[in-house]
C-alpha cells in the first residue's frame, strides 16, 4: 500500500450544513443519514478509513456548495468565517492527519481575498477549495482579479471543485441521468477553468496555481486541439493554453480511477502535476486503484504523496 496525501476530503459544520442539505433531495434517507455522519466525524469512523487505505495525510474542505449558494453576502462572509474556525479545531487536535483548505464566500472578492489570508497565515491553511461559479459569477470575472492576486502572494493553490451550472445545458435536457457527475459536472468545471485561462488570470498571475479534480475535467485530452485551435480563432494571449494549463494547473484522481485518462494527464501535463485524492465520504475506492494501477513506482509514489507534499508544502 502506497502512502497518500489525499486533498478531496470533505466535512461538514454547522455553518455549512443547511447549504448541503437541498443538494441530497434525491438521494435515499439511509444513504444521506450515512453520508452525513461521515462528513460530521472527524474521529473513528474517518481515521479508521485512513488507516485502512494508507491515506497518511488529508486535505479537509466543506462539501459543497457551502455558502457560496448564500444570497446574502453577509450572512456568506460570517459563516464562511465560521465553517473556518471550525475546521482549524477540528485540525489542530491531529495536525500530523489533518490539514485544511479554507472556506470562502466568493459573493465578495476582497472580503475572500483576506479570509484566504487569515486562513493561510493564522490557521495555518494550505489553500481555498472554491465550488464552482457563485450566483453566477466565474472566477475569470475581472472583480476576482484581487483575490488571484492575493492566492499568487500567499502561494497557496485554489482547488476548483465542481457545481451545477447556472442553468441545464440545452444539449443534455431531457437527460438527467447526464446532468451532474456522468457529464455535466465536468462540462461545467472544465469550462470553468478554460474560462480562467482565456481570461488571462495566469497571465497577470504567473504564480496562481489552479487544481481540477478528476484528473482535470477531461482538458488533458484536448491540449493539441486547444492549441491548433485556438490562434485562428481570435486567441490573444501570449502562451498558448496548453502552456498555461501546463503551468498553473494540477489535477487530482477523485472519483476518476482509471488508467487510460491518468496516462493522458501524466503525459500532457506532467509527472509533477497529477497528485492522488479520493473524496471521501463520497468515493474512496480510488485508493486500491491507486495502489494497483500499473505504474512505475517512483510515479505512483510522487502521484500518491510527493507532489502533493511539494504544492501544499506538507
Ligand atoms: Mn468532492
Known sequence: ???????????????????????????????????????????????????????????????????QAERDTATAVRAARAANDFLARQVQKRPDRYSGFAHLAMQDARAAADELERCVRELRFRGAMINGHTNGRYLDDPAYDPFWERAADLNVPIYLHPADPVAPLPAIAGYNVLARPMWGWGVETGSHALRIICGGVFERHPK???????????LPFQLWRFDSRSAPYGWRLPKPPSQYLRENVWVTTSGMYDLPPLRCSLEALGRDRVMFSADYPFDWSGCEFIDTVPLEESVRADVAYNNAAALLGL
Do not use: N, S
Not at 44 to 66: C, F, N, Q, S, Y
Open 208 to 218: 496562481a496555481r489552479l487544481v481540477l479534480g478528476h484528473l482535470g475535467e477531461t
Open 1 to 67: 500500500m502506497v502512502k497518500k496525501i489525499a486533498l478531496e476530503e470533505h466535512f461538514l459544520d454547522p455553518a455549512t450544513e443547511p447549504y448541503w442539505h437541498p443538494t441530497m433531495v434525491d438521494v435515499a434517507p439511509e444513504k444521506k443519514a450515512q453520508l452525513y455522519r461521515a462528513l460530521t466525524d472527524f474521529d473513528d469512523a474517518r481515521l479508521a478509513m485512513m488507516e485502512k487505505t494508507g491515506i497518511a495525510h488529508a486535505v479537509l474542505a466543506v462539501a459543497g456548495p457551502g455558502v
